[in-house]
């Protein structure tokens, strides 16, 4: 299993790059919810999410060899713009699969920091496929976008930062995706020993987490399309889902329809730009009946990669 | 003259209704300028911009005589939603008064507050014959947005925030309406004693505070419009303008046409929405030479209250 003193050793080798992100109290969330609202705001690091922290672990934990043979991942995108980020500054020559049907506009944010982008088909087997291939005939390290254990250290180092930013229990609602987020938070706050409890959010099409946690194994969730397109592993990564299954997280779920409430309320309430994936546990809060309670709860902002053009019609339909 | 000590009384007196902005560090910005450059997120208040400082400090200052007469004040946007929410918060009834050519959007932000609005001629002089008008035959006490010893001590809390977060002297780039805020980071400044500099920014159709320091003294801009909707004070206040003057600011000058940059960078780059006058000191940045040195400058971003629609139209220019 894997040592929660690794989430210490991240973010100690990630300070000189990182700093925390801010934590914004949300007035307009916590009346809605009576209860204090916070907002950890991942989506203000440079590239635009969370995916910095892992991404800067990884390299930093293989520095040597990376700096020799490169480094290699896939991502549906923020985790490629955060590898190209920390192996142009670190650097380190990076290589990444990413889907044909990614947006241009991560694209076009990951080919600016210099890295080699290998396409494959738009599904998550061929992702995977082309990954494993790639890594055989160059010899090459993987970083994985999710499911490693220097990945889901990476990701507890938010849940350190809270402790000192809050100083009390909290309640804490995360994006989910392949569970490594989710992973990394229960793992820090599993650690702490205190009463603060985590819950996942996942889009409704791509229900894997929420599916998995029933069955009590990982599975797959065959074809969806969702406008939440950081969030779209189909299945749990190993160690994020066992991490979670071991807390028993609850993770509820949004409707594509819904997805665009939080993306509008960030843009209008805080002047906040998040993207789908990044903003659906605000989507969630607001289709949620308030639980008048003191205990402090924090929403994850994970990203903030929205393609302009689609946060344009959204802001559009604001009255 | 104002007793910088009034600063510290304001900081002390909001203290427990606004947490201090968080301080962002600009990775993009700091590689085109040569030197560290930080952003000040001033847009992250509840209702989007600084604003909420004085409305605050000028209510809590005369809280009984408000309570019981209401208040009233003029602004072209964002001054009003403060006072109308820090009204509502502070049990307090507010009117105000706005020019008819206000934007909706910020009108609507407003109303949600709950204030009564009162609707003047669009112009400068109108705005301040209906102000007074309604003072005398109310009796009400009146907030003024920029020129008042409350008002810019408030904005001086921004700077003593500053000295603690970079613990170290810098440069800082501010806009410039009325000189209020300017003012009040001045007046902080000056008393810190280092070696801090400050330098405004105003759109070059309205340069009044730039050709008031020309001329030794404050002079009216006769008809302009401007994007930057934050930037409409025709002639600096009396007070502000001794503070610039006596500090001699240098205001550098923005175009029409330039300052969609900044807030097209922010939204890029940073993932946070600003208005034109918010971002205006992004947008001179953007386009001035770079000046190598370890001391940081920083940037503040005053206001994200920008219409949906004229966000959406400035995204879709984004390649």
Redesign the interface.
Known sequence: MLDPQRIHEAREAIAPYL?PS?L??S??LSRLCKRPVWLKLE??H?T?SFKVRPAFFGLLRNLAICRQRGVLTSSSGNFAQAVAYAAQRLDVSACIVMREDTSPFKL?RTQQWGAEIVFCAPHHQARWETTHRLQEERGVPLLHPYDTAETIAANGTIALELLEQLDQDFDIWVPVSGGGLIGGISLALEAHGGSCRVYGVQPAVNASMARSLEAGYPLTVEHFTTRADALVAAMPGTLGFAITKRNAAVVSLVEEEALDLGVSFL??E?????EHGGAIAISALLQSSPMPTSRPLVIVVSG??IA??T???I??E??
Do not use: D, W
């Open positions: 700093a801010p914004l109290y007035e307009p989506s203000l440079l635009g076009a843009a209008q805080h002047k906040l730009i998040a903030g990669n302009p053009t946060l344009a019609k802001l559009q604001i009255p």
